[in-house]
């Protein structure tokens, strides 16, 4: 019989097993952590591929200082540029340059590749759409009782 335990510890064990698999092939393909690949995407679904730090940090699935250290880098690497806001000199906005662009296609094609083969392969529609529904009401009940 499988315990709530079993269920919780398979579903940390894929989630890692997964993670660890993205984040080794970008850095090794591309030279970008998680953290950098979430910054770049959350910034290119941003309308004209700009947004203010404050909603990236509400947005990203990094903590703050992972936050910091991620944007340092890709504004070093020329992926990203800040921009002074013009109603407040302390307020940034940051944006994708040319290179960021690329470099976040590249990224983008090379994730969701590795998610075929190690997330959507495994399984079909039918238990793709029960996790869905299962994920949404934990991430709804997470929702409704933190913050309080």
């Known amino acids: 019989m499988t315990t709530k335990w079993d269920v919780w510890k398979s579903f940390l064990t894929s989630s890692t097993k997964i993670t660890q698999t993205l ?9 970008l952590s998680i953290s950098d690949y979430d910054v770049l995407a959350t910034i290119h679904r941003a309308p ?4 203010s730090m404050n909603c990236l940090k509400a947005t990203v699935l990094v903590t703050t200082s992972g936050l910091s250290r991620a944007v340092s880098r890709l504004e070093q690497r020329e992926l ?10 302390r307020a940034l906005t940051l944006a994708l340059t040319a290179e960021g662009t690329t470099t976040f296609n590249s990224a983008r094609a090379l994730h969701d590749r590795i998610l075929e083969d190690t997330f959507f392969a495994a399984l079909n529609d039918t238990e793709l ?6 994920l949404d009401q934990l991430n709804t009940y997470l929702e409704s009782t933190t913050d309080k």
């Open 23 to 31: 984040e080794s092939a970008l850095k090794s393909q591309l030279g």
């Open 48 to 51: 004209e591929q700009q947004l």
């Open 80 to 89: 990203l540029e800040k921009i002074p806001a013009d109603h407040d000199k």
């Open 129 to 134: 759409l029960a996790l869905g529904q299962v």
